[in-house]
């Protein structure tokens, strides 16, 4: 079976959303990418749900659900931009499919105890929260949920337990390797969408590390070691960025 993503047909399907800015700056989804890259490696996964194309045009709540089919798991990647409307969405998608499990993750999503178990008596229809990088927590629970196991062992994520409602935080997940993590800009992830509708992107996030050296109490970034992307791997990328002429790149 081929892996490529593809529209969804008769088995569950996994849903990657993060809805872009509603400016004439309107960059291609780099977070999704990463994660869409990720699942794409779940050969055994992937048997058996269908792994649908990167949502990223902004619409109304209620005709997204009304469109989306056979929810196993969705995840939507919050920033400032796109929070309220992702929100919004997540709470029609779940009248829509009681069952599925609903994901939220990114800069605007609130970490700290006192704000996240807030976030979930708000927004009830939401159960869990990745705290991290995202791409290997996000395959884990795509498993663990297909499996009917418990989160409590999977790292970096808040989850809300469904039969409960209690709320558990499961502590930071390690470092990811820049080394292993797949790229969207060279494993086919971003080569159909941006095609598909470049006439819609402005341009395209890049990144070549991860991490940061400071200590800001206002941000949320809590990954300090400064990791780097290798260089032949950054090269290839700039290729990709030439190749399709790419004009803005924000980093």
């Known amino acids: ?91 029609e998608v779940r009248k829509k499919f009681p069952e599925a499990l609903i994901v939220t993750g990114g800069p605007s999503i609130p970490k700290d105890p006192e704000l996240s178990d807030n976030f979930f008596r708000q927004h009830p229809y939401i159960y869990v929260i990745c705290t991290g990088e995202g791409e290997d927590v996000f395959v884990a629970l795509c498993n663990h949920y297909a499996q009917k196991k418990s989160f409590a062992d999977i790292p970096g994520i808040i989850y809300r337990d469904r039969d409960t409602s209690d709320i558990h935080n499961t502590g930071q997940e390690k470092f990811l390797s820049m080394n292993t993590l797949p790229s969207p800009y060279l494993d086919g992830t971003f080569d159909d969408l941006y095609q598909k509708y470049k006439s819609e992107f402005s341009g395209i996030v890049w990144e070549t590390t991860r991490g940061c050296p400071f200590q800001c109490s206002f941000c949320t970034y809590n990954l300090k070691k400064i990791r780097e992307k290798p260089i032949d791997k950054v090269k290839c990328e700039i290729k990709w960025i030439g190749r399709n002429n790419i004009k803005y790149v924000a980093m």
């Open 1 to 91: 079976m081929s892996l490529k993503l593809r529209n969804c047909m008769s088995k569950k399907n996994i849903y990657m959303v993060q809805f872009g800015t509603g400016t004439n700056v309107n960059l291609l989804p780099l977070a999704a990418g990463q994660l869409v890259s990720r699942l794409k490696q779940e050969t055994e996964l992937l048997e058996k749900y269908n792994l649908c194309e990167i949502i990223f045009r902004r619409q109304d709540p209620k005709e997204f659900a009304s469109k989306i089919e056979d929810v196993f798991v969705i995840g939507f990647s919050c920033s400032l931009w796109n929070k309220n409307l992702s929100i919004n969405t997540a709470e």
